[in-house]
């Protein structure tokens, strides 16, 4: 990919909404690529770097579910945890503490 390329491919992006419905054909069209490359180029342009910029938060329900707290993500399978790293995500600053009502249940030795 050129810096022209990638300029036109921001500009096209921005005209026809990647937000909304499913332009990438029209896009790999302009642009006389496959729509997978297309995507993907747009994916290491913008949307890579909005995910590096955000902040993660993981929780554990209580069903042992994991949940990535993001509208981007879905549901994650009951069995697979995926924990941010430092490396690749930006964590959000663990200012949690558990309410009083709550501490009495508490079991140190099983966290």
């Known amino acids: 990919w050129t810096k022209e390329e990638d300029e036109k491919l921001l500009q096209l992006a921005k005209d026809?909404?990647?937000?909304?419905?499913?332009?990438?054909?029209y896009i790999?069209?302009?642009?006389?690529?496959?729509?997978?490359?297309?995507?993907?180029r747009y994916?290491?342009?913008?949307?890579k770097p909005q995910e590096r910029a955000s902040v993660c938060e993981l929780a554990i329900t209580?069903?042992?579910?994991?949940?990535l707290m993001s509208r981007k993500f879905r549901?994650?399978?009951?069995?697979l945890y995926i924990v941010p790293s430092e490396d690749n995500f930006r964590l959000k600053e663990n200012n949690f503490e558990l309410p009083e009502a709550f501490k009495a249940y508490r079991q140190d030795d099983i966290f």
Do not use: C, H, M, T
């Open 16 to 25: 026809y909404d990647v937000n909304f419905g499913d332009p990438w054909i």
């Open 28 to 40: 790999s069209w302009e642009l006389q690529r496959r729509d997978y490359d297309v995507r993907a």
């Open 62 to 67: 209580k069903s042992s579910r994991p949940l």
């Open 75 to 79: 549901f994650i399978p009951p069995d």
């Open 43 to 47: 994916i290491e342009l913008v949307l």
